[in-house]
T-cell receptor, first 118, second 111 residues
Framework: AQKVTQAQTEISVVEKEDVTLDCVYE???????LFWYKQPPSGELVFLIR??????QNEISGRYSWNFQKSTSSFNFTITASQVVDSAVYFC???????????????FGTGTRLLVSP | GAGVSQSPSNKVTEKGKDVELRCDPI?????LYWYRQSLGQGLEFLIY????????KSGLPSDRFSAERTGGSVSTLTIQRTQQEDSAVYLC?????????FGPGTRLTVL
């Protein structure tokens, strides 16, 4: 069975610090997708990134960067120079083939709550 | 609208009553998903629709839960004879297959 582990339940940092959120996954599929979502206090899940299993290049988007390493089954997320607005729960997710149709349902980690204080 | 919408945003009901939760997906998205987010359980997959059919209902927790989708668009999740353990946020997502976009959720409280 597929599984996503986010071992960090809660992280507290001070503004401008860099912070890395860890994500480790398990799957037997050779083709899969990994996702990160942000859930701010408002509750809505905000899509951040999707990465397929064949693309191990790191990705950077502004202050966000992602490190995908198949050798360690990890897909870690780093926020550089954190800001108070980054405070949220962050979920890592793994796609799992749903119903044999090729569409992907998501298996989520338990989330990491990030608290950024001024 | 441009995003996934859900109604109601909040629902408080008494144990034993039936509830209906509605989801309006992004226009043109053929896939629609229901998830549940509750304390201690994280985010759980409930059911997936491709068009009007549901090829994967594996996450529905009991036969009190059912869902339908009509016209390849709006979906309704129905919970019969609600129990206190059904209290959670019910999230709907739609997709073209390249990533799921979530609605704001319906917070269900069963007293």
């Amino acid at each position: 069975a597929q599984k996503v582990t986010q071992a960090q339940t809660e992280i507290s940092v001070v503004e401008k610090e860099d912070v890395t959120l860890d994500c480790v996954y398990e799957t037997r599929d050779t083709t899969y997708y990994l996702f990160w979502y942000k859930q701010p206090p408002s509750g809505e899940l905000v899509f951040l990134i999707r990465r397929n299993s064949f693309d191990e290049q790191n990705e950077i988007s502004g202050r966000y960067s992602w490190n995908f390493q198949k050798s360690t089954s990890s897909f870690n997320f780093t926020i550089t120079a954190s800001q108070v607005v980054d405070s949220a729960v962050y979920f890592c997710a793994l796609s799992e083939a749903s119903g044999g149709t090729g569409f992907q349902k998501l298996v989520f980690g338990t989330g990491t709550r990030l608290l950024v204080s001024p | 609208g441009a995003g996934v919408s859900q109604s109601p945003s909040n629902k408080v009901t008494e144990k034993g009553k039936d509830v209906e939760l509605r989801c309006d997906p992004i226009s043109g998205h053929t896939a629609l998903y229901w998830y549940r987010q509750s304390l201690g359980q994280g985010l759980e997959f409930l059911i997936y629709f491709q068009g009007n059919s549901a090829p994967d209902k594996s996450g529905l927790p009991s036969d009190r839960f059912s869902a339908e989708r009509t016209g390849g668009s709006v979906s309704t999740l129905t919970i019969q004879r609600t129990q206190q353990e059904d209290s959670a946020v019910y999230l709907c997502a739609s997709s073209t297959g390249l990533g799921e976009f979530f609605g704001p959720g319906t917070r269900l409280t069963v007293l």
